[in-house]
């Protein structure tokens, strides 16, 4: 029997734009209830009656997807809903642009815990590795942990006319939000004043020039975190998961927020989805297998790689040296700078 890859229905659907706001159908969130069973591909369009899609569009959209591999039939419905021509609604301006800053990635995730801030720190150190100008920024309001993770605790940055002054250490340019409070202050802060906080904060530091910056951003995909999301010029988005389906559930989350914000999905990183024993260095599947990769299929995003469950990662971040500075010739590190690096390519 005829059949085709979800993925590459996904990937066929991204390809039309809506000519009013040039961004494509999925991302706008106008396309419901896809199913692809066979050769066959089912799923409706939302259009607003105020600003209908032309009728060539659609036509355009069939021809695509009949000329894909495997399919035999394509099923478009088309509902009419008022208010969804120009996407989520009620979007707040875009987010100004940073000085100095030229390409802004957040390190995200669903679930808490699954190694955001490991991956952000990594991935930044190996950026740099590979000769680019790096910042790293520690969005987490709620638990910031890069005074710990880049050895920098008790440190104060200093005010320069009015800017505060980044932290350079390992060879890139640290900010945390962990430096301006105390470590025993209650976060009671809510989500409207956790924008405002992050969104002037980063626009008060003095970044000089930078090629990348990479934020670590606080987990979960609620308002809180989507209207951080709204606040800060994203270029991209990391999703990092673990491969248990609690993770993963929370990771699709993930990845329909900032579907919905327009913001692309760099890619999926699979963290501890393998168990290096460290006696033989053999590399284990311990938990469902490639989970992350599967989940990227499915929604049409790359898969940048997997890091393993390793020893060393611990105590090499939480004694603030990570493992791609501390043990550069590791294979961890090695995977984390394979990850930068398609990362770097446009992934
Ligand atoms: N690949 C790995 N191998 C071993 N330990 C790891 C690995 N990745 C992360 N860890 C450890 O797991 C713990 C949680 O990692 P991390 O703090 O990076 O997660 P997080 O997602 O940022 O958490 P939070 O949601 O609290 O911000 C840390 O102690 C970290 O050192
Ligand atoms: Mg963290």
């Known amino acids: 029997m005829p059949s085709v890859h979800e993925r590459d229905v996904i990937r066929t659907i991204r390809r039309v734009k809506d000519p009013?706001?040039?961004?494509?159908?999925?991302?706008?969130?106008?396309?419901?209830?896809?199913?692809?069973?066979?050769?066959?591909?089912?799923?409706?369009?939302?259009?607003?009656?105020?600003?209908p899609l032309s009728e060539t569009v659609l036509?355009?959209?069939?021809?695509?997807?009949?000329?894909?591999?495997?399919?035999?039939?394509?099923?478009?419905?088309v509902q009419q809903q008022a208010g969804v021509a120009s996407g989520p609604a009620k979007r707040p301006a875009p987010a100004q642009p940073i000085p100095g800053v030229d390409h802004v990635l957040a390190v995200a995730s669903g679930k808490g815990g699954v190694g955001k801030s490991t991956v952000a720190v990594n991935l930044a150190l190996a950026m740099a590795a590979e000769g680019y100008r790096v910042g790293i920024l520690d969005a987490d309001i709620y638990g910031p942990s890069l005074p710990t993770m880049m050895g920098l605790k008790g440190v104060q940055p200093v005010v320069v006319e009015k800017r505060i002054q980044p932290i350079e250490k390992y060879g890139v340019r640290v900010m945390s939000l962990g430096f301006l409070v105390e470590e025993d202050t209650p976060m009671v802060w809510r989500g409207p004043m956790v924008h405002s906080a992050v969104t002037q904060f980063l626009r008060e530091v003095d970044w000089g020039?930078?090629?990348?910056?990479?934020?670590?951003?606080?987990?979960?995909?609620?308002?809180?975190?989507?209207?951080?999301?709204?606040?800060?010029p994203l270029d991209g988005a990391v999703i990092v998961t673990t491969p248990q389906d609690i993770a993963l559930i929370d990771a699709r989350k993930g990845l329909r927020m900032f579907d919905k914000v327009g913001t692309r999905v760099v890619g999926i990183v699979e963290n501890m989805g393998t168990f290096v024993c460290p006696d033989c260095g053999?590399?284990?599947?311990?938990?469902?297998?490639?989970?992350?990769?599967?989940?990227?299929?499915?929604?049409?995003?790359?898969?940048?790689?997997?890091?393993?469950?390793?020893?060393?990662?611990?105590?090499?971040?939480?004694?603030?040296?990570?493992?791609?500075?501390?043990?550069?010739?590791?294979?961890?590190?090695?995977?984390?700078r394979e990850i930068a690096r398609r990362i770097l390519s446009g992934a």
């Open 282 to 336: 053999a590399e284990h599947e311990i938990f469902s297998r490639g989970g992350g990769r599967a989940t990227a299929e499915r929604y049409g995003v790359p898969f940048l790689g997997t890091i393993p469950l390793h020893q060393d990662v611990a105590p090499s971040g939480d004694g603030g040296d990570p493992i791609v500075h501390s043990r550069p010739d590791s294979p961890i590190a090695a995977r984390f």
């Open 20 to 51: 009013d706001s040039d961004k494509d159908l999925i991302s706008l969130g106008r396309v419901k209830e896809l199913t692809v069973r066979g050769g066959e591909v089912a799923f409706k369009v939302l259009v607003d009656p105020a600003r």
């Open 209 to 232: 020039r930078i090629d990348w910056l990479v934020v670590d951003m606080p987990p979960g995909t609620g308002d809180a975190h989507l209207t951080l999301t709204q606040g800060v």
């Open 59 to 77: 036509k355009d959209l069939r021809v695509m997807l009949e000329e894909l591999d495997g399919v035999e039939k394509v099923a478009i419905s």
